[in-house]
């Protein structure tokens, strides 16, 4: 039912815009609360990977929210949902690393850097 369909696809970009970092004060009451549960999870296992764990946390949150967002919208809009929904979340984290790939490198080649980088001659 085409009803049915719209509602929850409604609900995947309502939880979707809640995690990703489209919406301005989602970090401090639902990003980092959940990250930081996430990295006390971990650090009960082992302690050192506190503070990865916690950046981690906080990133998969955003690309969590990202993916739902897309995926809701996806799913509001078209007549029919896609016929392997495994082969597509694969395929979107797949897409995420490469481009989280891309970003890093553009960091290491110093083509990316902050601000303060761009103002200083060094």
């Known amino acids: 039912m085409a009803w049915k369909r719209k509602i929850s ?3 995947l970009v309502t939880i979707g ?8 004060w989602n970090d401090a009451f639902v990003n980092i609360p959940l990250a930081l549960l996430f990295a006390w999870l971990v650090s009960f ?3 050192p990977a506190f503070t990865a764990s916690l950046i981690v946390g906080y990133w998969l949150t955003n690309v969590i929210g990202l993916v739902l967002l ?4 996806r799913k509001m ?3 029919k949902s896609p ?3 495994r ?3 694969l395929k979107d984290v797949i897409v995420s690393l490469v481009y989280t790939g891309v970003i890093i490198a553009l960091i290491k080649l110093g083509l990316l850097k902050p ?3 761009y103002l200083t001659k060094g």
């Open 9 to 11: 696809g409604g609900a």
């Open 17 to 24: 815009f809640v995690l990703s970092p489209l919406s301005w």
């Open 45 to 47: 296992c082992y302690q």
């Open 70 to 73: 897309h995926k809701g919208a």
């Open 77 to 79: 809009l078209s007549e």
């Open 83 to 85: 016929p392997d929904w």
């Open 87 to 89: 082969r597509e979340l």
């Open 115 to 117: 601000l303060a980088g």
